[in-house]
Each structure stands twice: as structure tokens, then as C-alpha cells.
């Protein structure tokens, strides 16, 4: 059975760092894609960072990019979300999802997500 498990939301100010973990379980992360999703408020779902350890290919929404870091460490099965500088335009739910080999942009691609974590970026 698999589990996808988001943790490290929380709320900072503008400038500031967290790091988001996404712990996954019943799925090797060596063969599967791993997708971060955000959705603000009144805001659809966006993919927000993604990296396929298959393929070795990655991508980051234009907004975040040089700013967000998508990463795993094999001996935990977790993959990570690392975002500097946040800004307020940052502040959703972050949600962890993973589907198998090759990433993709599309929400409906991924099979098993996580149930989300709250990061608020004040002003």
C-alpha cells in the first residue's frame, strides 16, 4: 500500500526559508517521478517542481525557479522541497505526488498524493 506523507508547512515571513518533506512509503522513489503542487486561495493547482530519478529530468515553474530545490535522500525515501526567499505569492497548500517513472505536468498523471501542508509567507 502506498503512502505519501507532506510535513515542514508553517508560517514565515517574506525572505525567510522552509523545507518541505514528503515521506513516501510502499513505492521506491528510484523508479517513480515526484511531483510538488501547491494551491492558493481561489487558485487552481499548480505544479510547482517535479524530478524524475529515471530519466534524471527535472522542472520548475518559472516563478520559483533559483528560489526552490526539488530533492530526495535515498535512505529515507523522502523527497524534499527546499523554498528561499519566499514571498507572500508563495503562500498555498503544498502537496506531495508521485506517479511512476517519467514526471509530468499534469495534476491528473499522478496517482498517489499526500494530503498537504499549509505554508503561509506574510508580508
Known amino acids: 500500500q502506498v503512502h505519501v506523507v507532506e510535513s515542514g508547512g508553517g508560517l514565515v515571513q517574506a525572505g525567510e526559508s522552509l523545507r518541505l518533506s514528503c515521506a513516501a512509503s510502499g513505492l521506491p522513489l528510484s523508479i517513480y517521478a515526484m511531483g510538488w503542487f501547491r494551491q492558493g486561495p481561489g487558485k487552481e493547482r499548480e505544479l510547482v517542481a517535479a524530478k524524475s530519478w529515471v530519466s534524471e529530468s527535472t522542472y520548475y515553474r518559472d516563478s520559483v525557479k533559483g528560489r526552490f530545490t526539488i530533492s530526495r535522500d535515498n535512505a529515507k525515501n523522502t523527497v524534499y522541497l527546499q523554498m528561499n526567499s519566499l514571498k507572500p505569492e508563495d503562500t498555498a497548500v503544498y502537496y506531495c505526488?508521485?506517479?511512476?517513472?517519467?514526471?509530468?505536468?499534469?495534476?491528473?498523471?499522478?496517482?498517489?498524493w499526500g494530503q498537504g501542508t499549509q505554508v503561509t509567507v506574510s508580508s
Open positions: 505526488a508521485a506517479r511512476t517513472t517519467y514526471l509530468s505536468l499534469h495534476n491528473y498523471d499522478y496517482a498517489y
